[in-house]
């Protein structure tokens, strides 16, 4: 199993500023995701992070808005950038070996825009 | 496009009773199926994962079938304990990155 750590766990910003979420994992993995919890939802998959290569964004996700860094096999950074309330959400870094491989999950960042 | 469904959203039950969590998919083309578990305003733990080629799975007290060609997997949790208060989330794995695909989750509450 991998153990993922997120920082910071919670923040609080103002509107218009940029916030960057570090996800650290235990051990070499292939890929790295990121996914958004809004309030009462459940999850939705931002990128997808490949080490060496641009990530990867879903449908309705920008790099504008989320870029994402994956300088090695071990850690990748997620910023929101230009916040707006609607940005506050749960982010939650995932990391796996392959599809048919356990993911683990980050303990997540408690976001809120004010 | 996959669509993941959890019934029923919530669930209350009294300590001791078994707990069955259901999980429905729209496209049996999956890859795997995992179950997990989350505490409010926290992240995920994984319970079960249950490959495309297996029935089901077991841990302690958890259970997991998987039905792939109906579509559907089932999560028993025996004996139940105010402590698996939590929601719990199914996710299948529709692509080779094994990028996942979430229900909505089911709320349970166990009382004393």
């Known amino acids: 199993s991998a153990v993922i750590s997120q920082k910071p766990s919670r923040d609080i910003c103002q509107r218009g500023t940029s916030l960057t979420i570090q996800c650290q994992v235990d051990s070499q993995v292939t890929m790295m995701f990121w996914y958004r919890q809004q309030p009462g939802q459940s999850l939705t998959l931002i990128a997808t992070a490949n080490q060496g290569s641009e990530a990867t964004y879903e449908s309705g996700f920008v790099i504008d808005k989320f870029p994402i860094s994956r300088p090695n096999l071990t850690f990748s950074t997620l910023t929101v950038s230009n916040m707006s309330p609607e940005d506050s959400s749960i982010y939650l870094c995932?990391?796996?070996?392959?599809?048919?491989?356990?993911?683990?999950f980050g303990q997540g960042t408690r976001l809120t825009v004010v | 496009k996959q669509e993941v469904t959890q019934i029923p959203a919530a669930l209350s039950v009294p300590e001791g009773e078994n707990l069955v969590l259901n999980c429905s998919f729209t496209d049996s083309a999956i890859y795997n199926l995992q179950w997990f578990r989350q505490d409010p305003g926290k992240g995920l733990t994984s319970l079960l994962l249950?490959?495309?080629?297996?029935r089901e799975q077991t841990s302690g007290r958890l259970n997991a079938s998987l039905d792939k060609s109906s579509g559907r997997s089932t999560l028993y949790i025996a004996a139940s304990q105010p402590g698996d208060s939590a929601t719990y989330l199914c996710a299948v794995t529709t692509d080779s990155w094994g990028k996942l695909q979430f229900g909505a989750g089911t709320q349970v509450v166990v009382t004393p």
């Open positions: 249950i490959q495309s080629s297996q």
């Open positions: 995932s990391a796996g070996q392959a599809r048919n491989t356990e993911a683990f």
